[in-house]
Each structure stands twice: as C-alpha cells, then as structure tokens.
C-alpha cells in the first residue's frame, strides 16, 4: 500500500545558517540540485553527479543527542537526497565566506598560494579543507593530503592546493620546504638557490595571511539541538512527484515499515543507491531512512571483539578501530589493522563520511575492500526483522548471494560483530587499484590463515577475492586443499595453481584486463604469503625462517605522502618601478572569486525567462543506417516541449564536414542524433531515453587504426618532410632497429562539462550564447551555418570556463550550432549542459597515435639515420585531425639532430566520436616515439639512455628537418641544469644499489629533453586584436579576443596594461571576451594566449598613451584621473582597438621546409619511480623541471601551467586509459572508470624552475607555457621504463623491450614478466571477443 500524499511532512534543515522549510520536499531531489536551482547557492558545482570528483563537496553538520557533540563531516552535495536532511545543517561555500562579507583564511590562502587556475574545483577544494579544519584547527599535513584525497582538479596539479591547506599546520613553517622538516636552504642535495642569477622561491607572502580564528565559525543551530533531543519524535514522511520517503524514529517502526515494503532501499549514506538510480535507471517508489536511529550507532567491545553499528559511516568505523588498535593487545587487531588499512584509501573523505557499514555490507559490491576482509576474519551480521533477531555469518555464502545465506528482503542489518585475531591467526587485506586512492580495486582480497598453536601447519585458511567475477569471491576449495600443510614455498605453489584453477576469468570478461588480474590473484596471494612468513618469524625466529631480505620491500604497499618541493624563478629588478607588476607572481584575477563560489559559469546563471532544458539522444551504433526515428513516448512526458532533429536544422547541417545531427546515417556510436528539449533536465532526460531509433547497420564499422590501415580509410593526404638520404645512410650503419610504438588517446577531463545557454532574440533573428569556449569565432560561424543567418546576428559571450586543455576549441560549436537550432524551434531560450557521461562520449579527446620507426645508428649510440610513420585515430570527422597530424610531422624531431631523417603522417578515419585539439596537439603523442626509439637504441648499444639523448641532441645554432634556424642553446642549459641540480648521477647509482637489493620493487629514473613549438605554421593563426577604454574616472576596460580559461590570461592582460599605461592594476578591469566587443578572434590555443592578446593589449595601450602625451607634457606631475579629465576636454579620444599582426609563420608542404613556428620552447625533466614488480603499481618520488620560460610575466601562473601540464601528461602516460569495446563503445565515461591523477600521484618532491633566456620576438621577451609541460610527463613512463627494465634484466631477460602509453598498472605488472605471470591460463586469442580493445 503506497503512503497517502497528504501525510508529506515539512523538511527542516540549515543552509549557511539560515532555516529551509520545505513543504514539498521530494525525495528524487538531491542536495546539489536544490542549492543550485532552489536555493541559487550556486558556488557548489556539478562535476560528474556520482561522488566521484568532490565538485560538489559541501559541509553537513549533525548534532548528536547521545554525546551531546556536533559533527561536521565532508559530503558530495551530488550524492545526498534532501530528505537525509532533516536535522542537519548545511553549510557552502557561500557559507565559509564571501567577498561581499569576509573572506575566510581557506578561501584566502587557496586563492594567494595560487592554488585556483579556472576555479571550477575551488569552492570543492575550500569545502574538504574548511570541514578538516573545523574538526581539527591545527591538522598535520597528513591529514591535509587525506582531505583532499576525494577532489579531483584538472588545471593546477594539487601541488598549491597542498600548500594552501599545509599553511594550516603546526609543523608549517614560512619555507616552502616545510613537508621535510628542514629549510630548504639546508637541503643536502644540490638544490639551492644560485644567488648570483638572482633566483626567487617565494610565489606568495603569508604574512598576508589572515590567521584562522576558530571561535569565529558560525554556530550550530540551537533549533536543531532541540529537535534532535525532542523526545517525542515522529514518523516523518516526505511526499515527491514519484516516490515516497520515510524516516522511521524507532526500530520497531523501522520493522514495520520493513515489512511492508520490503522492496524499498534502506537509504543510509545513499552511495550505492543514489548511482544505481542515477546512472542504472533504477526506480524506487519508497524509499526508508532510518539515518540517525539510535539502534544502529554503536561500538560494542568486548573481550572476544567488536560489534558496530550498522549506522556507522566508513569514517567513523575508522575512527572506532583505530581506538580498539590503540587500546588492545597487538595480536588481537589484525583483522582491524586490515580493515584500517583499506579505510584510508576506499574513496575519498567524503564518501567514507557518507557511506555506512551497514549499507556496504549489505550491496555486497563485487570490489568491495571492505568485505572480504570481515569474511577473512569471520565476521557475522546481526539482522533484525518481524520474526526476530539471527546472526548470519558474514562469509563467502554471503558474499556470493548464495540463496542458503540470504539476507531476506525485510531484514534490517544491525550491526556487524568483528572477532578479535588471536595470536596464530593472521588476517590481512590487499589490493591494487588503477590508483592510490579514490579508485576501486582491480583485484583486492581478505586473507587468513590460522596455525595449529606454535607451529606453521595451516588448521584454517581463507580467501576472498574482490574484482574477480559478479561478486566477491571465496576460494574455498583450493583452502580446504591446503589444511593441514606446512606455509613453505611448495604450500605457496600449489595454492597458486589450485586458485587459478578454481577463479576461473573468462578471457572475454567485463571489465577487461584479464591476464592482469589472473596475475594478481596470485601475486597479491604470494604478498600475503610473505607477509605471514614474516610475522612467525618474527614470533619465533628459530623455528620459522625469515624471507630472503631482497623480498622484504615486497611486503609494503607505498605510502602516501605530503607532496613537497621548491619553485624556482628570477627575481624582479630591483630597480623596476614598484608599481609595474610585470614578472611578479601575481595572484589569478579571479582566484578570490574562485574561492569564495562567486566567479559565475555559464550554468551558475541565472533562470532566463521561458527556459528550456536540453537532453541529447546519441547513437548506439558506430555505424548504421538510421530507419526511423519515433519520438512519440518522448513527446509525451509532461514538460516536454519538443524534440529535436535535422530535419529542423534551417541552414547547413553539414559544416566542412561537421554534421550537427545525424541525417539519414550514423557514423560513431555518441553522434546526435536528436534533442529533447522540456521545462527540466529531468522531464528531458527521461524523455529522451523513450526517443527510440531503429538501425541497420553499415559496414565497414572502423574503429582501429589498423582497421582504418586495412580499409584505407583516411580523413587527409599524407604530411611529409624529408632531410639528408635516409636509403643511403641505411646501408653504413652499425645497426638498424625497427619497431611500433602505441599511444592510446586522452580525455580532457575538464571540470566544467561543455555548458551553453542560447537565447534568442525577439528582433532580426538575432542570438545570445553564453558559453565556455576556446573559439567563440567558430561558435558564431556554425550557429551562423546552422541557422543561415550573418554572423553579425549572432553574439557569443565568453567569461570562464572551467578547465578546456583543447576540448574546447571546436566542440562547443557543434554543441552552440545544436543548441541553437533548438532555441530557434522552440522560440524558447536552451540551456545545455552536458552529464559528464555525455560529455565524455560525445566530445571525444585526445588523438591516439601509432609510430612506425626505422632508426639507423653506430655502436657509439649516434644515429644517422630514422624512417618514421605516424598514424593517428581522427574519428568520425575532420574537426582538427589535419593541424594535429601536420604538427606530429613536424615536431616529430623533438630535440635530436638525426641528419637522415624522413617523417610522414595521416590521419585515419574511423568510427569513433572525432578526435580533437588537446593540450600539447600531437607533441605529447610523438615525441614519446622519439624517446622510445632512442632508448631502444641505449639498449642496443649498451648505453645509458641519457648517453645517447645527449650525443644525438641540438648543439648549436642549426635548421630543422623542415629547414627553419633555431639556437638550441637553452636547450642544453635545461639539460645541463637538470642533470646537475638533480643529482641525476647520484640517484642513479642509488637506484641501482637499492634494486640489487630488492627483487620485488624496483627504481628507476629517467631525464628528457624538450624542444617544442609555440604557434602555427599558417600565419593568420597568429593575429589578435584587443579593445581599450578609458574612462572619465580614470578606470581601463580592457578586452581581447583570449578566452580566459584558468591559465591566467586575463591577469596578464591586467600586468601589461598596467605596465604600459602605468596606473595601478587595480585601475584596470577586464570582464568577458565576446564576438560583439572583437569579432573574429582566433581560438585560445598553441600556448599562444599572451604572445597575441599581450601585443594587441600593449599596442592598444601605447596608442592611448601617444594620444595622451600632449597633456602629460603640459602637467607632468599631474595624476592619472587629471590627464584623462583634460584629454577627454581636448576631444582626445580615449578608446581604442590594438592589433597585432602575428608572426610572420610559413610552411611550404610541397618543398617540406619552412619557418613554421615563431620560436620553440626548451625543456627538461628527471623523474624518479619506484615500481611494485608484484602488482604494477608506481610511486613517483622525485620530479625535477627545468623550463626555459625566457622572461617570465608572471611565475606564479607560468609554474601553475608547468607543473598542471606535467600532472596531466604523467596521467596520460600513465594511469588514464580510455576502454573502448570492438563495437566501438566508450565504456570509460565517468570518474570511476577513468582515473585523472589526484593529490596521492603527484610527485613526493617537485621541484620546477624556470630558466631566464631571451626571446625578443614575444611580448617582455617571454614564452608561452601552456603546453610544454605535457611531455614532461612522460619522464615518468620513461623512469618505469628504466625500473621495469632493471626488473627484467634481473630475471634473464635482457631484450630490448617497448613499454607503450600510457604504462598502466597492467602494462607494467604484465612487462615485468615472473614464475607468476608465466604460471597463469593464456587464451588464444582467435577464440574470443576480448571486452575492449586499444584504437591506436
Ligand atoms: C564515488 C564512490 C567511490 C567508491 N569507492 C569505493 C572503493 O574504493 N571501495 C569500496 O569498497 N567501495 C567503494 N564505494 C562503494 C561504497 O563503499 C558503498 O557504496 C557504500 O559502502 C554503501 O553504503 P551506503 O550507506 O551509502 O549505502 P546505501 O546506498 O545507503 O545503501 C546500499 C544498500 O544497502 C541497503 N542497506 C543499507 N543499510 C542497510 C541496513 N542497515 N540493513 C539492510 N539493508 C541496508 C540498502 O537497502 C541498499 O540496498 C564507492 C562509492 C562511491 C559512490
Ligand atoms: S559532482 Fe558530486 S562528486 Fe562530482
Ligand atoms: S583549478 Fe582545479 S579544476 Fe581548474
């Protein structure tokens, strides 16, 4: 029987300390939805809807009427339902504080240590560390690091995030070095600052800091003490459009309701449930809260062990076992030092704060790290329903949903009751996931062993596996094989053999990486079998040998630590004006905004009057006749206004090559097909999945590139250039190598998903768009095409955007022209914001790259001679694949002098959504060929790879391969700096040492050079244009054409605008880059932003400045708001557009030479790992780079994109895989199943320094670095190279091998082939289907 409606009970809850009451509260609602559109708090962001990016972090606070205590705790807005709300108070980053107000301490040092570069992260950020800091005012930087472990950021690298929260800590000091406990002027290691190049350290000032004063946070409602403690409370029920919520007060009444829904979730922290909804499609007419019943809140010790509350959120489980573990005796904790173990890594904060015990146990997920340890130790649940109360042991039976051990529906979990360990029982728990933290396990397991009293003979073993099929698993039967066997090496053998017969992966499994796991299921078993060896010797030395002491590394798993290190950058002249900010580290213009929540996006805008909402209905075939499209079910959801298709398109629907919705044929499986546009996401999201479209599919479904090779199925011709006689040098070398390098593609990843708003206009076919692009030129030209109208009609407004690295060069164009057709035929304006799914399919990333070399070279490493292929993955279109495969041609030199060199490119077309511009365009993919081939020809030769890096680099003043002049010159003093002042040598030898010394884990290091190219070879590409006002008191508007997108672009307008028309930079304002104020603006791209809009600003500004002249000659000492008061009495005009020309850029394809880039930027990076052989995991120690940054404008914002670049190509080099299925499928469409890196990836110690130089063809003599230090990244594939390398050469294995990106976990478990890897099941790979497949 459904509850009756009238019964709907008012929600109460805080938000920032004010009362929401509402009376319609619907528990399809979430916290984040209600902020955002309700309550228009609009600093929580959406990032990805499913917990998974701390976007949306926000501070829940929860008085608790047994202790009488407050607690604050992290939650992702995204994931909670208002209705867990009764009671609690919410606090924002509205809340924390405001510039309208005051800024609090977090939100000021997060923005002054430049820890915000497009915001979009920040007020997440603020949120994590604001509630660490209300539950611990001092907090060590530990738990700093632990804060921040749920919040992903795309742009800064967490490097200055880190920081910002380390200002916090007792132990911090005014050193940046302060994570070491030492002044970094004390280091031993080289590391100092060389005063004679008059070389800074110092980004910000904390004695700017205000301190944090924490009797000044806001106080907990009086009103929700009383409540909690109102003895008579009710049944609250909470009425939606659809479904019915209920909170039971007592257990008896949870019992009841449990009974007669037996069916409806039990919602505690919602982290199961709410993704199920949301991303599953699940529905549920009632929903049970009992969140807060006394019942299920308790720890219960005793002298056997432990019950806990089935209400008790993982934080709180952890918080109670660490007391029992510093209470009890060792050998009773082991079970609990397991479960801490995996506690600090499952997630982040937040959803260990969020997620229950109970409601864990209870969904029973297949990577549970939690479950097989409880089964491990014996655990058993304590269930309550209408007949009573029964134990049920908490065991493989259970796990595996065996019907005998079922759970039935009306049960209500309790408690859980954990068993103290006794002293010849050991448990342990192990995992490995595609990262340290806040990603679910690839395999993970609980293990146990109990021995016959002061012996090794095995009386009980137990193991569970996670990850391994559709549930955890128990390997009962290879356990039960060995009772009563000694734990020697022979045990450990056949226990091997007997789990890999009895957990059986097909090769054709969900999820992939089938050989990978097999290894670790019994690589994580050996672990564990050295482990316990470990521990009885310790226990009695003489009867229980220890391990080998080269093992011993084996056993830990890395440690996470407070990422620490130094920035290095030249000084200001002591004798430059006070007032010119030029090359000071000036904070981000909006980073306060950032901070505080009040820098707008695009959908942070206000509801336009007669709003739509946009949901997209994309192919599911990669390539399929469309036979009809029936939207009727969808037309008919209430809200819906229309739905959307080409037939409606009134102008092109085909612009060079772009179709804006599919027509007749589909040709990726994420084109658009149709739109459906309804008074709210909801109502269009659900209509749009009624949309239904029948296919036929075509052939040749593409997807590879081999396939395309196969098909000849290209998007251009080839690109060539050709230096020396490549055939001739061949015949005199020493030795020839040939081989195929493989890099997969990228995600951008950017926080802020692709976001429109279309309004048009009542008058001349006129249209708005606010969006966040790198390109609003384009969006104008196909909004233009799509609708047939002049551009003149057409506005584009760009203020921010959260995140783009490339993504949004072209892209939002498509999206502008789809929206905007729908706008048009609905007469109505459309907001469009892309679900992270969405996003992720639709736009598509990175171009994956295939490398085909041929390289000649003399014993002595010196190569004369490289034959290279490139093909690159375009996608279904063209969009940028042409510019993309032009640059891997012509960077595809990097920094070596190979005199003999012959380099061709094409782009293949498939059926993949269609590759696009990213950060790096092309670099990043082929100078990882280049790396790779050198340093198979080290190994050739038997050379260090730094040995032949540095015989074949750029010497001297010399021509490309394409024939342009450029000085290599600090080029080499990069790599002279980088090799000395990181101790290259010593660390190597080091590395050496302690690999001798360890078999399981091994070192290695790796140094690259970089030469990369700023701008584009067509020389219209590299114009800008700027417009400046100045007004009558004396304030500057300056616009530009540069999109703003965290890179800090706009700051630096505001540093060149100060400095040219000498006023203060607080006299000067820049607001938004738009088609209206400059037309025809080229996109923000190639690291270009500052050369051209830096030029075009200071033209304007010197304009001005001669117009001006006259009256400063007549009234020298006058002032700034005199001059401009008497120049406007003069009729001088006071506005003025600037212009820069470009660079004068050309490159001839024909004759294959040219001066294709204004000037290259130098580099070079030594990265340090630390391999674990056994599962494939890395620890990245070290990172030092030396970036030729000539003059810096502004170090703070040229370090943030160095070190945000380097985090972001050590992701995709190393753990960001995208996973396609052979049918062309992006599975990967989420953070869970696509690992960006976060705080625990960065390197321990990360140094940067940017190397003075000159450049006098670019504005002050700088560089542009937005890009360069993507490659850098790639030091780190190259340091596992070297590390898997010593593992392998160790185990007889000394042929040259090729590691392809990126160097997953897998990759490198599988490379650094064992007994473990030769031991498991291979499967012929003619007989199966694998899951998914790589596309380069
Ligand atoms: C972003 C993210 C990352 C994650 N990462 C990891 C990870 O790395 N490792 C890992 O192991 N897990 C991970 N998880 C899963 C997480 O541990 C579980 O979702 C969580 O423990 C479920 O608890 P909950 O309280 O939120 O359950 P809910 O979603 O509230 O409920 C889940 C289920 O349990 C039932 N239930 C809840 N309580 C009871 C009870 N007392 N009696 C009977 N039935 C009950 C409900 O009916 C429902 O069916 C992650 C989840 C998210 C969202
Ligand atoms: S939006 Fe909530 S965690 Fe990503
Ligand atoms: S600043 Fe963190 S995502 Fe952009």
Known sequence: MMPSLSNSDELIFFVNGRKVIEKNADPEVNLLFYLRKVLRLTGTKYGCGGGGCGACTVMVSRYDPKTKKIHHFPVTACLVPICLLYGAAVTTVEGVGSIRTRIHPVQERLAKCHGTQCGFCSPGMVMSIYTLLRNHPEPTPAQITEALGGNLCRCTGYRPIVESGKTFCVESTVCQMKGSGKCCMDQDEKFFVDRQEKMCTKLYNEDEFQPLDPSQEPIFPSELIRMAEDPNKRRLMFQGERTTWITPVTLNDLVELKTSFPKAPIVMGNTEVGPRIKFRDEFH?????????????????????????????????????????????????????????????????????????????VSRPNYSDLNPILAAGNATINVISKEGERQIPLDGHFLERSPEARLKSEEIVLSVYIPHSTQWHFVLGLRMAQRQENAFAVVNAGMSVKFEDGTDTIKDLQMFYGSVGPTVVS?????????????????????????????????????????????????????????????????????????????????????????????????????????DPVGHPIMHQSAIKHTTGEAVFVDDMPPVAQELFLAVVTSTRAHAKIMAIDASEALAVPGVVDVITAEDVPGDNNHHGEVFYAQDEVICVGQIVCTVAADTYAHAREAAKKVKITYEDLEPRIIT?????????????????????????????????????????????????????????????????????????HVQEFVAAALNIPRSRIGCHMKRTGGAFGGKVTKPALLGAVSAVAAIKTGRPIRF????????????????????????????????????????????????????????????????????????????????????????????????????????????????????????MYKRISKTAYKQTFNPEPLRRCWKECLEKSSFSARKLAAEEFNKKNYWKKRGLAVIPMKFTIGMPTAYYNQGAALVHIYLDGSVLVIHGGCELGQGLHTKMIQVASRELNIPESYIHLSETSTITVPNAIFTAGSLGTDIYGRAVQNACQILMARLQPVIRKNPKGTWEEWIAKAFTESISLSTTGYFKGYQTNMDWEKEEGDAYPYYVYGAACSEVEVDCLTGAHKLLRTDIFMDAAFSINPALDIGQVEGAFIQGMGLYTIEELKYSPEGVLYSRSPDDYKIPTVTEIPEEFHVTLVRSRNPIAIYSSKGLGEAGMFMGSSVLFAIYDAVAAARRERGLTKTFTLHSPATPELIRMTCVDQFTDMIPRDDASTFTPWSIRVS
């Open 833 to 952: 914001i892309l679900e992270r799914g969405d996003d992720m399919l639709i736009t598509a990333g990175r171009h994956p790259l295939l490398g085909k070399y041929k390289v000649g070279f003399m014993n002595n490493g010196v190569i004369k001679a490289a034959d290279v292929e490139y093909y690159i993955n375009g996608g279904c279109t063209p969009d940028e694949s042409e510019l993309v495969i032009e640059f891997v041609v012509l960077k595809s030199e990097n920094a070596y002098n190979i005199p003999n060199f012959r380099c061709r490119g094409r782009a293949c077309r498939t059926n993949l959504p269609s590759n696009t511009a990213f950060r790096g365009f092309g670099f990043p993919q082929v100078a990882v060929v280049v790396e790779t081939y050198i340093t198979a020809v080290a190994s050739q030769c038997n050379l260090p790879p730094e040995q032949v890096k540095e015989i074949n």
């Open 285 to 361: 007419p009632v929903f049970i809260s009992p969140l807060g019943l006394p019942e299920l809140y308790f720890v219960d010790s005793t002298d056997d062990g432990v019950t806990i509350g089935a209400g008790y959120s993982l934080a709180q489980l952890n918080d109670a076992l660490h007391f029992i573990v510093s209470e009890q005796p060792k050998e009773k904790t082991k079970t609990y030092r397991a479960l801490l173990k995996h506690l600090r890594t499952l997630a982040g904060a937040q959803i260990r704060n969020m997620a229950t015990l109970g409601g864990h146990v």
């Open 475 to 579: 390997a009962r039967q290879t356990c039960q094989q060995l009772i009563g066997r000694q734990w020697d090496d022979q045990m450990l053998s056949d226990a091997c053999r007997l789990v890999l017969g009895e957990i059986y992966i097909p090769p054709a499994a969900e999820g992939g990486m089938v050989e990978y796991r097999r290894t670790l299921i019994i690589s994580l078993l050996f672990k564990f079998y050295l482990k316990v060896r470990r521990r009885l010797n310790k226990m009695d030395p003489q009867k229980f040998p220890d391990i080998p002491e080269k093992f011993m590394s084996a056993l830990e798993d890395f440690p996470i630590e407070t990422p620490r290190g130094i920035q290095m950058f030249q000084c200001v002249d002591p004798y430059q004006p006070p007032q």
């Open 705 to 777: 590139i081999e396939q395309a090779l196969k098909h000849n199925s290209f998007l251009t011709v080839e690109k060539k250039i050709e230096q020396g006689n490549v055939e001739q040098a061949f015949k005199y070398v020493d030795q020839i190598i040939e081989g195929e390098v493989h890099m997969e593609g990228q995600e951008h990843f950017y926080m802020e998903t692709q976001t429109i708003l279309a309004i048009p206009k009542e008058e001349d076919k006129e249209i708005v768009l606010h969006l966040g692009t790198q390109f609003p030129t």
